[in-house]
């Protein structure tokens, strides 16, 4: 009996860490995967796998919210956005694309990523690089946090739960300004997403990129002249 | 029961997988999918020190929410731009828009 009372003290914990496995794996696919979809579909789940992460810890309303906005707006967004962008192979190896290059690339930077992997390409440095900064980031943070001491306290999982009242109390009294400021902030987001999406590709940057990027990749795009 | 710390311990890495997969792409969208997943770790710090700390339990959920207001505007600003670099140039590629490099 008090084996199956410690395991259901301990089931918190235990799905905290599986939902951790879940988001941190899929975190580094939306990195690793070629296709840009599935990359997107991979930050789907690791966003679900966050809002599973806030319900426990007692924040209902932002994982619902977390739901609604980001696996329902913004993941759809992405998509979209890689829908209507009509290039058909969007991965981060563009040996299809590599005709791509503009004329004036031909410095540094613009060599094309060497699939050959027989010698260390820039890109491969690169990664090993960022890596490196990743893991120095998260090292040294852990560090500072181990150093203050992150304390060992227990709360019930996901309780206190209806936290939605309180919530919009707080908005509306404590924190009306910065919520109008984000009213705002929305609103010209948006309309400026509207703005600097709806112009038809004009001429202007491309005359002054010298060479028109007829691309293979970009051959849909017949909005362009 | 569940220790808070932990949810902290895990935003630290997912900030690092984000960081890591933004340093690393050169693909802009997938750029931006992996800010949108830092700022959804900070949000995940944000909640868990304000489970930590009683009295600010509810302060710490709104910023999380302000947070998550920022990440949709920074999304949909993001993406316009860059759908409207492959309208006129044809790559998503950030080492080949190299416009303004001498």
Known sequence: MSFLDAFVRALPTLGLFTLAAIILV?????????????????????????????????????????????????????????????????????????????????SGAAAPAARPDGSPSPRGAWSVLSGLVALGFAGFVLAALAKAGLPAVEVPAASGLPTTAPIGRALFTTFLLPFEVASIVLLAALVGAIVIAAREGGGEAEAKAGSPPTSAAGGGKGDAA | ????????????????????????????????????????????????????????????????????????????????????????RGVVYMDKINLLKG
């Open chain 1, 26 to 106: 899929s975190g580094f696919m939306v990195s690793q995967v070629r296709r840009i979809t599935h990359a997107a579909f991979f930050m789907v789940l690791a966003f679900t796998g966050v809002a599973g992460v806030f319900i426990l810890l007692g924040a209902d309303f932002l994982g619902a919210a977390q739901v609604l906005i980001y696996v329902g707006a913004i993941a759809v967004m992405f998509l979209f956005a890689i829908m209507v962008s009509d290039l058909k192979e969007l991965s981060d190896n563009p040996r299809g694309t590599a005709a791509a290059t503009t004329a004036d690339g031909s």
């Open chain 2, 1 to 88: 029961m569940i220790n808070p710390s932990y949810a902290v311990i895990l935003g630290v890495l997912l900030f690092s997988v984000g960081l890591y997969g933004a340093l690393r792409s050169t693909n802009a969208v997938r750029i931006l999918m992996c800010i949108e997943l830092m700022l959804n770790a900070v949000n995940l710090v944000f909640v868990a020190f304000s489970r930590l700390r009683p009295e600010a339990m509810i302060a710490g959920q709104v910023f999380a929410i302000f947070i998550m207001a920022v990440a949709a505007a920074e999304a949909a600003v993001g993406l316009a731009i860059i759908l409207q670099i492959v309208r006129q």
